[in-house]
Each structure stands twice: as structure tokens, then as C-alpha cells.
């Protein structure tokens, strides 16, 4: 399985800014997709997730209302619209994979730096 992250980049408060997931590898019916992201100093946590086979959504409290988790079964890619961006949100992103029945991501993908100025 292979996760390519792109989309990061500088920018300020207030903006937009839009990553995306190829996914590859394998077929992921009953897989779930998702965000996270580590920002210097912390653990790694839990952005949004999305059930690929009906599109469920599920969010980290601190994104709600700002980011929205999407994905398109024809391109297998997943995306994730960041709107509103803070300081706070200043990260790398990793895309991530798990079977539904799992706990656990199963797959990670490379990291994709997102630097939100104030």
C-alpha cells in the first residue's frame, strides 16, 4: 500500500488550504482513510477520518467546523479542505489507512508540512 501526500505549504491565519491522499496498492472497500498530524514537540493525533464505503465522516474537536475529509473512489484519492487555518493547525499531515475492523492505522504515508503564520 502506498499513501503520497501533497498539498502542504506556508501560509497565513485565516486562509485555505487543500491536501490530498493518493491512495494505491490495494482496493480499500471496508478500509477507512484518514488525517493526522504532528506539530513539533507533540504526539501525533488524530484529525478526520472517512469510511470509504459510505463516506462516514469523523473529526478531532479542534477542526469541527473548519476541515472537511472527502474522497473520490474513481481517483482513490482522499482530500482534506482546511478552512479557517491558525497557528495551532502548523503540522505535518500524514495520511493514513486502517481496515475498518481495525483499532490501528495499518499504513501511513509520508508527511506533508503545513506552516500556518499569524
Known amino acids: 500500500v502506498q499513501l503520497q501526500a501533497s498539498g502542504g505549504g506556508l501560509v497565513q491565519a485565516g486562509d485555505s488550504l487543500r491536501l490530498s491522499c493518493a491512495a494505491s496498492?490495494?482496493?480499500?472497500?471496508?478500509?477507512?482513510m484518514g488525517w493526522f498530524r504532528q506539530a513539533p514537540g507533540k504526539e501525533r493525533e488524530f484529525v478526520a477520518e472517512?469510511?470509504?464505503?459510505?463516506?462516514?465522516?469523523n473529526y478531532a474537536d479542534s477542526v469541527k467546523g473548519r476541515f472537511t475529509i472527502s474522497r473520490d473512489k474513481a481517483k482513490n484519492t482522499v482530500d482534506l479542505q482546511m478552512n479557517a487555518l491558525k497557528s495551532e493547525d502548523t503540522a505535518v499531515y500524514y495520511c493514513?489507512?486502517?481496515?475498518?475492523?481495525?483499532?490501528?492505522?495499518?499504513?501511513w504515508g509520508q508527511g506533508t508540512q503545513v506552516t500556518v503564520s499569524s
Open positions: 493514513s489507512a486502517r481496515r475498518s475492523q481495525s483499532r490501528s492505522v495499518n499504513w
Open positions: 472517512i469510511t470509504w464505503n459510505l463516506g462516514s465522516t
Open positions: 496498492g490495494r482496493t480499500f472497500t471496508n478500509h477507512v
